[in-house]
């Protein structure tokens, strides 16, 4: 009774004192699916440094592939099915554009226990290029065309960029862990303004 009781007791410890991925910092992946512009995938590259306890000072590059805002999409939807009329034939249209982005900013989380929450914000930039997946109509390509529509600053620009979220954190072992998370992530394009929302998982290994 004794063994089990010390055994349980011992447990409890290792699950309470488990430390925040490591002693100086952390370095990880993150991938997820991106939703509120088009819908389409994420990955990025992380890193964290430890400032205080359960206090990172953290970097993020990433790529999400498509965050073309909802009302341009409408506003293309609009545009080819004039040109069906036009043209007396289905038109297909495919937009999309793709981000680069890197930010800094602050991460805090418990520096004890195995599952416990996190919150995460920072600022930086994205670049932004559109580009043109498919414009073609009766066999004749006229994406030369529709790219010159969208050759201004807001599609072909660097911007600034905020990004606020949070989650919860997985200790797997004394130097691994897995986030499950989400994130607003704002660019500050002109009307409309790309507001992306993200879910995604990230590994991390400390050191």
Partial sequence: MRLRIAAIAAACTVMSATPALAQGGFVGGLGGLTFG???SGAVAG???VRVAPGLFV???VGYMRN???KELQDD???MADLLSVAYGA???IRLSVPATYGFGGLRWTPPTGVVVPFIEGGVG????SARVDEAEVLGVDFSDLVEAE???EDTNATKFLLALGGGVTFRAARAVALDVGYRYTRIATDDPSVNTSMIYGALKVGF
């Fill in 76 to 78: 293309i939807d609009a």
């Fill in 90 to 92: 289905p038109i297909d």
């Fill in 67 to 69: 965050v073309l805002p």
């Fill in 150 to 152: 969208l050759d201004d």
């Fill in 46 to 48: 992380q890193a964290g």
């Fill in 125 to 128: 930039v994205g670049r932004l």
């Fill in 58 to 60: 953290i970097g993020e």
């Fill in 37 to 39: 512009t088009v819908s």
